[in-house]
């Protein structure tokens, strides 16, 4: 059994992310979709909030689950017996940061590999800040997010009355 872990903030999980999450389902047995949950940041969905958008969007593809985790990268790995780590890579400016990330993991965990997976050109532009911030001044998030995840967003910035200007879509 082949297995990976794709770690990530997922706030909001984006049709980048997605695109990622199939090809990396056709290429390992068993993928793990897991949520960073890092005090440092203040996300704008709580870890169980992310790890239920991501189970509703990856329902359909039955060697994904879903899990959530905290602390390194590396040591939940080791602890869930994976070796090899999925990331994307958007553009010049992600490779610095994973390259030193996928460095690090591996000083750690030397039997741990990092194996990057370029973005569908569609989607090098998208990230989950961009989708908030869009979101935030009422824009139009449908080409960037499912529908389900559309409709929570919203829904979160309402809650937590962090739109700009009234919803326009
Ligand atoms: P993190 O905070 O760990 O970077 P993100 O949720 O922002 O978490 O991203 C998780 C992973 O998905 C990263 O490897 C990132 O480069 C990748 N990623 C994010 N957006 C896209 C996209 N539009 N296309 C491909 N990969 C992406």
Known sequence: MSNAVYPGSFDPVTK????????????????????????DKSP???ADERVN????????????EIDSFSGLTADYAKQTGTDVIIRGLRAVTD???ELQMAQTNRKIL??????????SLEYAYL???IVREVASY???????VTPE????????LEDCQLVNSKRKY
Not at 54 to 62: E, G, M, Q, S
Not at 110 to 116: A, E, H, R, Y
Not at 138 to 144: H, K, L, M, R
């Open 138 to 144: 009422g824009g139009d998030i449908s080409e960037f």
């Open 53 to 64: 958008m991501l189970r509703v969007i990856c329902r359909d593809i039955p060697n994904v």
């Open 110 to 119: 030397p039997s741990l590999d990092t194996v990057f997976l370029t973005t």
């Open 16 to 39: 980048g992310h997605l695109d990622i999450i199939r090809r990396a389902a056709k290429m390992f047995d068993r993928l793990t979709v897991s949520v960073l949950n890092n005090s």
């Open 127 to 129: 990230s989950s800040s």
């Open 95 to 97: 490779f610095e940061y």
């Open 44 to 46: 704008l969905f709580s």
């Open 149 to 156: 995840v559309a409709e929570a967003v919203y829904k979160k």
